[in-house]
């Protein structure tokens, strides 16, 4: 690098993109010290005439006197809260490893100056407990990708933790063959919806369970053989549906809601769910859901905030769990 004085614009811009903010400008002087350090001889002039090349070129430097004379990047592509959302989201989701969350969460730090990023690892946390141990996670969720933009099949091994006995760890593995549709990112958990091809329906499959998938050469099965959807697989439609992700055939549900739990409702169906006055105190809705254990699940988590008065069917399954939770305390 000694010498070379034709990448003298590009380091320039390398010590402004990485060192310099708005609090921390630097100064020609320094400038010239860091080109020095990379062996590299210039005028104060020269380097004036590389920040103009650059802001020419259509970078955000500017000229500062006061409190201290510089220059420094005023824009970025991504601002400091825009790094802290993506750092928050990378350290929460379980899926990321612990390692790959540290490399991930170091990439993201190199969109904003290393000073602006000191202060956003103090405010970074994430418990390595609550992290899978998949380390080829980027490489069944490439694979996984690549299979559902070709409309493929995949074949993979999935394993699931057993019960300890003396408190040893063990797994079950069970190899599936499937038709993916779509990757899904939701509790906090990354899942593929797809088809297993012994059935003719939809399920969600844990994607840092998976291992040694395999691309096969034969064809996906259309989605309208398996599920309500006729040309594509509607991911936002599904997901919302969806409770705890576990699959069921789709009904309309109607409900009497608890006034207090309005936002709730507003948060799990979007802002557009019809809600009519129904007394003083509640309100009614109906809403598209998949029939499971998890809808039931959640339906009893509100305890008597919510009170389903159609299908019967799931009014039935509330009152059957209840009586069971019941019977389980005698």
């Known amino acids: 690098m000694a010498g070379n004085k034709k990448i003298k614009t590009l380091l320039v811009y390398k010590f402004l993109n990485d060192y310099s903010d708005e609090n921390n400008p630097i100064s020609t002087t320094q400038l010239i010290q860091m080109l020095a350090e990379q062996g590299i001889e210039c005028e104060r002039k020269s380097i004036y005439a590389d920040i103009q090349t650059l802001n020419d070129f259509g970078f955000d430097i500017v000229s500062v006197k006061s409190p201290k004379r510089g220059f420094f990047m005023a824009s970025r592509d991504f601002e400091i ?13 379980g899926f990321i490893t612990p390692k790959k969350t540290q490399n991930l969460v170091e990439k993201l730090e190199a969109l904003v100056s ?10 970074v946390y994430f418990d390595s407990n609550t992290k899978c141990d998949n380390e080829e996670i ?16 995949v074949k993979f091994v999935y394993k699931r933790r057993n019960i300890d006995v003396e408190n040893k760890k063990s797994y079950t593995e069970k190899t599936f063959t499937v038709s993916p549709y779509a990757l899904i990112w939701k509790e906090d958990h990354y899942y593929l919806a797809c088809n ?3 059935y003719d329906n939809i399920m969600n499959l844990r994607v840092d369970r998976m291992k040694k998938v395999q691309l096969l050469d034969e064809p996906s099965r259309p989605v309208c053989e398996v599920s309500e959807y006729k040309n594509t697989f509607d991911v936002a439609d599904y997901s919302q549906k969806m409770f705890d992700m576990f699959s069921g055939e789709t009904a309309k549900m109607r409900i009497v809601v608890n006034l207090e739990l309005r936002e709730e409702i507003m948060d799990r169906f979007g802002a557009r769910v019809p809600m009519l006055a129904y007394d003083s105190k509640h309100f009614e809705t109906t809403i598209d859901v998949a029939v499971s254990e998890g809808l039931i699940s959640w339906l009893m988590s509100f305890g008597n905030k919510i009170k389903v008065l159609e299908p ?7 009152q059957n769990r209840a009586k069971e939770i019941l019977e389980a305390y005698k």
């Open 312 to 318: 019967q069917s799931i009014a039935d399954a509330v």
């Open 114 to 123: 290393k000073n602006q990023a000191k202060s956003l690892v103090t405010q």
């Open 138 to 153: 980027y490489y069944i969720i490439d694979a996984l990708h690549k299979a559902i933009m070709n409309k493929q099949k």
């Open 81 to 93: 809260p825009e790094v802290r959302l993506l750092i928050d989201a990378v350290t929460s989701a």
């Open 196 to 198: 297993n091809q012994k």
